[in-house]
């Protein structure tokens, strides 16, 4: 064990913090994209889409997902959290690495937005958007009720 015991609920309320902090983020971005699709590339509505892409992503989405990281690091090393021969703790690493998969998407379509070179409508992008929830309710059952 790294951390103290007593440490222990201050992680792991740190942890759930950055967690929604970063879910926030990760289906607020796509909605944005949505909006932005519907601008004029080089207008000012679309310069205003691209400051608030930046700030959510820079300010918010980018520094609670290390958090998340950081603090999910810190409570896997108490012992007892969860032991790596349960399919329960594999399945929330796979949906946990499709939520970082998604991220990485998000940065790649926020990149083309900035440049105005948007590759994807609206339709693709709501479709995006319900993609992270799925992940988070396969993550949050996975955890609370690990039924394997």
């Not at 740190?14 to 289906?27: E, N, R, T």
């Not at 349960?86 to 991220?103: P, S, T």
């Not at 070179?117 to 319900?130: D, G, I, T, V």
């Amino acid at each position: 064990m790294l951390i103290p015991q007593y440490l222990y609920n201050w992680i792991l309320s740190l942890h759930i913090i950055s967690v929604i902090a970063f879910m926030a983020g990760i289906m607020y971005l796509p909605r944005l994209f949505i909006y932005h699709t519907e601008t004029d590339p080089k207008s000012k509505e679309s310069e205003r889409f691209k400051l608030m892409e930046k700030r959510l992503l820079k300010q918010i989405v980018n520094p609670s997902l290390i958090l998340s990281v950081f603090f999910g690091l810190l409570l896997s090393s108490y012992p007892g959290v969860f032991d790596l021969s349960e399919k329960w703790v594999w399945i929330k690493i796979i949906a946990f690495i499709g939520l970082v998969f998604m991220h990485g998407l998000f940065v790649k379509n926020y990149k083309n937005f900035q440049i105005d070179k948007n590759l994807h409508s609206a339709r693709y992008f709501r479709r995006c958007n319900e993609i992270p929830f799925i992940f988070m309710i396969i993550i949050v059952i996975m955890v609370v009720v690990k039924p394997f």
